[in-house]
């Protein structure tokens, strides 16, 4: 069976990266949530894709500049990864993609924090397109698998995977294609495209062994 991946929630359905996006992730049966991390001033670990928090005016204010207060007074609607993570509930793992150059402390702390609460590592996976943030992350939590995310080689991917002892890879459905996916499920990799919006596409590649996908529209797919 194929997973479905809600990217940044359900970003096709509801403001990407939100407690509403996930909320519609969730009603829409995904097996799995994907989010973005980034790291404020003041050390707070937020969910938030872009460099850059921007307002309804068009006012621009970088992440690594402000404060969380500062931010959320600008875009009420940004959560920290703890509020996020405690939203979601277990209900299903959570993918967090960590922005490169982000430093991994700020998010220790929260899994920590969750981990006494009586977490698991199985919870989360912890992913990103930077290696050596990658391999900070795998030391300082090996129990957590990790994801690869890369763009578009194959190869890099598998190579960067076996430095963190995963199969787990994301990559831009862009460079994808047929041989490629049933070469690298022959080979006991977990691929996941990103963003596959297209149910046609994505029974296609499934023929050829894909396992998962990443979705703007898990509606789309998991029939709910």
């Known amino acids: 069976m194929m997973k479905i991946i809600g990217h940044r929630g359900a970003k096709g359905l509801a403001p990407e990266n939100t407690l509403a996006s996930f909320a519609k992730a969730l009603e829409h049966g995904v097996d799995a949530i994907e989010l973005d991390v980034r790291v404020t001033l003041d050390d707070v670990a937020i969910v938030h894709h872009n460099p850059a928090v921007r307002d309804p005016s068009g006012h621009r204010l970088d992440v690594v500049g402000h404060t969380h207060q500062e931010l959320r007074a600008h875009q009420p609607a940004l959560v920290t990864l ?14 967090i993609e960590v922005k490169p150059g982000v430093p991994i402390k700020p998010i220790s702390w929260v899994l920590e ?7 698991l590592p199985a919870d989360f996976l912890l992913g990103s397109k930077d290696q050596a943030l990658l391999r900070e992350l795998h030391t300082a939590h090996p129990a957590i698998q990790k ?3 890369e763009r578009w080689s ?3 991917a598998v190579h960067r995977a076996k430095q963190v002892d995963t199969t787990l890879l994301h990559m831009n459905a862009w460079w994808l294609w047929g041989p490629v996916i049933r070469g690298l499920t022959k080979h006991g990799y977990e691929l996941a495209p990103y ?3 297209n149910t046609a596409k994505a029974k ?3 023929k050829h062994g894909l396992s998962a996908i990443i979705t703007d529209f898990p509606d ?5």
């Open 82 to 95: 703890d509020e996020a993570l405690r939203a979601i509930k277990r209900q299903v793992p959570v993918r």
């Open 113 to 119: 924090g969750l981990f006494k609460d009586a977490w």
């Open 147 to 149: 994801f690869v995310i």
């Open 154 to 156: 194959s190869l890099r």
């Open 195 to 197: 963003t596959l919006n």
């Open 204 to 206: 296609r590649w499934q």
């Open 220 to 224: 789309r797919f998991t029939g709910r």
